[in-house]
């Protein structure tokens, strides 16, 4: 009875030193700088001229 006591003490504390995974500080990925936006290219305004003769 004492052996299978002392046994099952062994085996919980065995899986509870097992059971915590990686060990230390969390470490998070480096961060990636976002690129630079891309230079918007200049329109010129919509021309609100009306259409010519001949144009449909």
């Known amino acids: 009875m ?3 006591l002392l046994l ?3 085996v919980a ?3 509870l030193l097992a059971g915590c995974g990686n ?3 969390l ?3 480096p961060t990636k700088p976002l690129p630079a936006p891309a230079a918007a290219a200049t329109v010129a305004p919509a021309s609100s001229a ?3 003769a ?3």
């Open 2 to 4: 004492r052996r299978s």
């Open 8 to 10: 099952l003490l062994f």
């Open 13 to 15: 504390v065995a899986a």
């Open 23 to 25: 060990k230390g500080p």
């Open 27 to 29: 470490v998070l990925p």
């Open 50 to 52: 009306r259409p010519t």
């Open 54 to 56: 001949g144009q449909p």
